[in-house]
């Protein structure tokens, strides 16, 4: 069964500083998709990570797989206070029903001006 | 384009009463939609694949025949809460994937929130 873990679940930050959120999986995958989700809405679809190595980036934010350490991270740089969310990152994986997303625990961000 | 339609977007209904919830592909073609169900400050857990025209597969824990799945057509996928109880209140999220496109992302319905008085 695989198992995505995010750390921190949540984190409270000032406005400029920089942090990382990190997403652990247990078994192989090729894909890797980051959140965005607001309170009371739905995913908004950040990054799509396809390859060891991938770093991809958006404003301030950044992601990057390393699919031999079964880690993801995502940086956020001079963090405002727009970022506040809740970020997922899922990894996908197959099942008898074909390929599915599995979610992380979620991290809330809140951001202080 | 790759536009998700939840439908409502938020439903109040009494214990005991059933609710169904749409999910439509707008304006593309979708062979296998996801139903996700997420409680207050938690994560998304997956409830069931749909695959048009052939039966949901449910995740282990998902009553079956409490959450009815059809997924008759490319477009159109719904759920169906039978007997709701306060415990189904909770925000349950479709996805889609394109089809015929096997590695194409999910595309999210905005969502529609439950809530069993």
């Known amino acids: 069964e695989l198992k995505v873990e995010q750390n921190p679940l949540f984190l409270s930050m000032q406005e400029g500083k920089n942090y990382t959120i990190y997403c652990n999986y247990s078994?192989?995958?090729?894909?890797l998709y980051w959140y965005r989700q607001d309170p009371g809405k739905s995913l908004e679809s950040l990054f799509v990570?396809?390859?060891?190595?991938a770093v991809k980036q958006e404003g301030r934010l950044m992601a990057s797989l390393d699919t031999k350490a079964r880690l993801s991270t995502l940086h956020i740089t001079a963090a405002v206070h727009d970022l506040s969310a809740t970020y997922f990152c899922?990894?996908?994986?197959?099942?008898?029903?074909?390929?599915?997303?599995?979610f992380g625990g979620g991290t809330r961000l809140m951001v202080k001006p | 384009g790759a536009v998700v339609s939840q439908h409502p977007s938020w439903v109040i209904c009494k214990s005991g009463t059933s609710v169904k919830i749409e999910c439509r592909s707008l304006?593309?073609?979708?062979?296998?939609m996801f139903w996700y169900r997420q409680f207050p400050k938690q994560s998304l857990m997956l409830m069931a694949t749909?695959?048009?025209?052939?039966?949901?597969?449910?995740e282990q824990g998902v009553e079956k025949d409490k959450f009815l799945i059809n997924h008759a057509s490319l477009t159109l996928s719904t759920l169906t809460v039978t007997s709701a109880h306060p415990e189904d209140s909770s925000f349950y999220i479709c996805?889609?994937?394109?089809?015929?496109?096997?590695?194409?992302?999910?595309?999210f319905g905005n969502g529609t929130r439950l809530t069993v008085t």
């Open positions: 996805s889609a994937r394109k089809a015929g496109v096997g590695g194409s992302p999910l595309h």
């Open positions: 078994t192989t995958s090729d894909r």
């Open positions: 990570l396809l390859s060891n190595g």
């Open positions: 899922a990894v996908v994986h197959n099942n008898n029903a074909g390929n599915m997303l599995t």
């Open positions: 304006d593309f073609q979708a062979t296998t």
């Open positions: 749909s695959n048009e025209g052939s039966k949901a597969t449910y």
